[in-house]
């Protein structure tokens, strides 16, 4: 079974290239000094990832995004990314770019947070894009 899989919750959707995301994401995390142990992205709607936000991180708002760490170890990924695939196509509208494209900014986005980068401080949330935009770069397939 491949490290990283992919699975919907309360949506369908089905991922284009996936092994090629698959690659791209493994190469970002090894670039990175981190070895993918097991990594979950688990597509969902706006009310889900809501809910999950409620639960777990005690914040009421809708999010892109929910990364959950479940390594113990330093240096080795385990972890558990929600991605509201509603807020994608809501965001990719509102930043003027191809669905495709905002989700594999988002897809990254986790990754890059399992490896330790943060975006709460502007220079932290900076820092996080040159990154994004970084390993968008090094994609090795069309969006």
């Known amino acids: 079974m491949p490290a990283i899989q992919f ?14 995301i698959r ?12 070895k993918l142990k097991e990594l979950n992205y688990i597509f969902c709607s706006d009310a889900y990832l809501l809910e999950i936000n409620r639960q777990y991180l005690n914040h009421d708002t809708y999010t ?27 965001n990719a509208i509102k930043y003027k770019v191809a ?3 905002e989700l594999h900014r988002v897809i990254i986005h986790g990754a890059l947070h399992l490896v330790g980068y943060k975006d709460k401080t502007p220079a932290d949330n900076k820092k996080m894009t040159q ?9 090795s397939f069309n969006a």
Request: hydrophobic share 35%.
């Open 64 to 90: 892109d995004i929910v990364t959950f760490d479940n390594s113990g170890v330093k240096g080795t990924i385990i972890g558990d990314i929600f991605i509201s695939i509603e807020r994608i196509r809501e």
């Open 7 to 20: 699975f919907e919750e309360d949506i369908v959707f089905k991922l284009k290239n996936k092994a090629k």
């Open 99 to 101: 669905e495709t494209d």
């Open 131 to 139: 990154k994004e935009d970084f390993y968008l770069n090094l994609r």
């Open 23 to 34: 690659e791209w994401v493994t190469n970002t995390v090894t670039s990175e000094g981190y």
